[in-house]
Nanobody
Framework: QVQLVESGGGLVQTGGSLRLSCEAS????????MGWFRQAPGKEREFVAT????????YYADSVQGRFTISRDNAKNTGYLQMNSLKPEDTAVYYC?????????????????WGQGTQVTVSS
């Protein structure tokens, strides 16, 4: 099992950048695939990005592809979401998640472990 804690959220202007961190505690973090999801007020939680534990393959939602980068540093037990060229529509609570197995997923129900979320607000 792993426990996840997000950090790095905050207020940024349109076009700015922000890096979210997801610190993990527990055993065998390197064997878990991870993902990032977000939820805006009044909307359903949606997929953002995922990264495999097997070979580091990444997959992104169309809305963030080319602007966001997911990565992980197993030596530090930390996952990251680098967000560039931020837009007001990126405003949401961002959650990191982890799942067992070597492959990531775009489906939130595949993830068994979740962080508490961190608020990202993009203003004009």
């Amino acid at each position: 099992q792993v426990q996840l804690v997000e950090s790095g959220g905050g207020l940024v202007q349109t076009g700015g950048s922000l890096r979210l961190s997801c610190e993990a505690s527990g055993r065998s973090f390197s064997r878990y695939s991870m993902g990032w999801f977000r939820q805006a007020p009044g909307k359903e939680r949606e997929f953002v990005a995922t990264i495999d534990s097997y070979d580091g393959s990444q997959y992104y939602a169309d809305s963030v592809q080319g602007r966001f980068t997911i990565s992980r540093d197993n030596a530090k037990n930390t996952g990251y979401l680098q967000m560039n060229s931020l837009k007001p529509e990126d405003t949401a609570v961002y959650y990191c998640a982890a799942k067992s197995g070597g492959f990531g997923s775009v489906r939130q129900y595949d993830y068994g472990y979740w962080g508490q979320g961190t608020q990202v607000t993009v203003s004009s």
